[in-house]
């Protein structure tokens, strides 16, 4: 069992900058597997964000490619999303995800969603 807590959401203006965490704890000594965030705007269905597998090999959404980036800190069980350029169309819960016994070539962020363990959800507004 993998408990996952995000922090780090809020309120910004367009063209701002946020940086999500999420510490996860459980069985798992480290988070050298595959975790992600996915995101969900009210009436809109889930949207997987990022990824990042065993490896270290991180892999986008078409939406936020070259504006968010994903990384973990192994050591420290840590699992970040910077979130650059915000739109107001980024607006959403996000949820980090962990799936510790899915293959890498499976880590997908379209897949994040779907994901074996997630966390409550920390809110994200991009508004002026």
């Known amino acids: 069992q993998e408990h996952l807590v995000e922090s780090g959401g809020g309120s910004v203006q367009p063209s701002g900058s946020l940086r999500l965490s999420c510490v996860a704890s459980?069985?798992?000594?480290?988070?050298?597997?595959?975790m992600g965030w996915f995101r969900q705007a009210p009436g809109k269905e889930r949207e997987g964000v990022a990824s990042i597998d065993a490896y270290d090999t991180t892999r986008y959404a078409d939406s936020v490619k070259g504006r968010f980036t994903i990384s973990k800190d192994n050591a420290n069980n840590t699992l970040y999303l910077q979130m650059n350029s915000l739109k107001p169309e980024d607006t959403a819960m996000y949820y980090c995800?962990?799936?510790?016994?899915?293959?890498?070539?499976?880590?997908?962020?379209?897949?994040?969603?779907?994901?074996?363990?997630r966390g409550q959800g920390t809110q994200v507004t991009v508004s002026s």
């Open positions: 995800a962990a799936d510790p016994g899915r293959v890498s070539q499976r880590c997908s962020a379209k897949a994040a969603p779907e994901f074996g363990y």
């Open positions: 459980g069985r798992y000594p480290d988070s050298s597997y595959c």
